[in-house]
Nanobody, 117 residues
C-alpha cells in the first residue's frame, strides 16, 4: 500500500499563491495517475487536478487557469501550484493515487489551505 504525505498548506491572503507537495512511498510511482482533491467543511471532496503517468493533465472547473499540477518521478513527488487564490479555495487538500481496480481510494492525511485576509 502506497503512503502519501502532503505538505505546503497554510494561510494565504486572497490573490496569493501556494505550492503543495506530495511525496509517495511506492517505487513504481511513475506508473501511477496522481491527483489533488480538496474538501471544504460541509462539502464533498472535489477534484482539483490529476496527472497521468504520461503527463496528461486534467483540472477541475473551479481551478482551471489558476492551477498547475506537475510530477517528478525521480523524486516520487507531485506538486500543485495554485495562483490567484480566493476564500473559495479554502479547504483540506488531499493527494491521491488512482487505481484501475478501486478508483481514487488511497489518500494522504491532507494539508489545510486557508485563504483569508
Amino acid at each position: 500500500q502506497v503512503q502519501l504525505v502532503e505538505s505546503g498548506g497554510g494561510l494565504v491572503q486572497p490573490g496569493g499563491s501556494l505550492r503543495l507537495s506530495c511525496t509517495a512511498s511506492r517505487d513504481d510511482f511513475s506508473s501511477d495517475t496522481m491527483g489533488w482533491f480538496r474538501q471544504a467543511p460541509g462539502n464533498q471532496r472535489e477534484l482539483v487536478a490529476f496527472i497521468t503517468k504520461s503527463g496528461f493533465t486534467t483540472y477541475g472547473d473551479p481551478v482551471k487557469g489558476r492551477c498547475t499540477i506537475t510530477r517528478d518521478n525521480a523524486k516520487r513527488m507531485v506538486y500543485l501550484e495554485m495562483n490567484n487564490l480566493s476564500p473559495g479555495d479554502t479547504g483540506v487538500y488531499y493527494c491521491g493515487v488512482h487505481s484501475t481496480e478501486t478508483g481514487w481510494s488511497t489518500w494522504g492525511q491532507g494539508t489545510q489551505v486557508t485563504v483569508s485576509s
